[in-house]
């Protein structure tokens, strides 16, 4: 995430916005993946104006897994684009993240949020068929994510 929101912090810029950016690094940098401890995020606030502060409140938020989405929710706006990896929110990703149904939006009483749900690791995974490092498709997943967002920010 700290790269994806590093390309579209100067995307963004050579587009001629102002930003400001805040990385969040995880609380523990060996932490499990998927779990609360260990999510990492990178937070951009993008004005026409002089921005001054990386922004309290989200309008968009990218959560490549329940954890992040659980960590994260607090910060969201009424009416915010959530995009999700649906591939990472399976029912062991949702009890990794300490979740206890199956619909994480209606537990953290998100129902006021668009949900842009996209098979993220899948798509990668069929796009990058046959290439020799298999680990490949979970290192593109971001960078997947960042050309949705672009996509939304009409950057190119």
């Given amino acids: ?6 390309i579209f912090s100067n995307l963004s810029a050579e587009g001629g916005n102002h930003i400001i950016t805040f990385p969040d690094y995880p609380a523990e940098i060996r932490a ?9 995020g990178f937070q951009v606030q993008v004005g026409a104006k002089k921005v001054y502060t990386p922004g309290d409140k989200a309008d968009v938020l990218i959560a490549m897994n329940p954890a992040a ?11 915010s684009v959530v995009i999700i990896d649906q591939n990472s ?5 949702l009890e990794k993240a300490l979740f206890k149904t199956d619909d994480p939006f209606k ?12 098979p993220i690791t899948q798509l990668c995974k069929d796009g990058l068929s046959g290439i020799a490092d298999q680990n490949q498709p979970t290192r593109s997943r971001n960078i997947f994510a960042l050309r949705l967002e672009c996509w939304l920010f009409k950057r190119p």
């Fill in 32 to 40: 499990p993946h998927g779990t609360l401890s260990g999510v990492s």
């Fill in 69 to 79: 989405l659980k960590v994260n929710a607090q910060y969201l706006k009424p009416g």
């Fill in 89 to 93: 929110f399976q029912t062991e990703d």
């Fill in 107 to 118: 537990e953290l009483g998100l129902m006021f949020v668009q949900v842009v749900a996209a």
């Fill in 1 to 6: 995430m700290q790269l994806a929101g590093a």
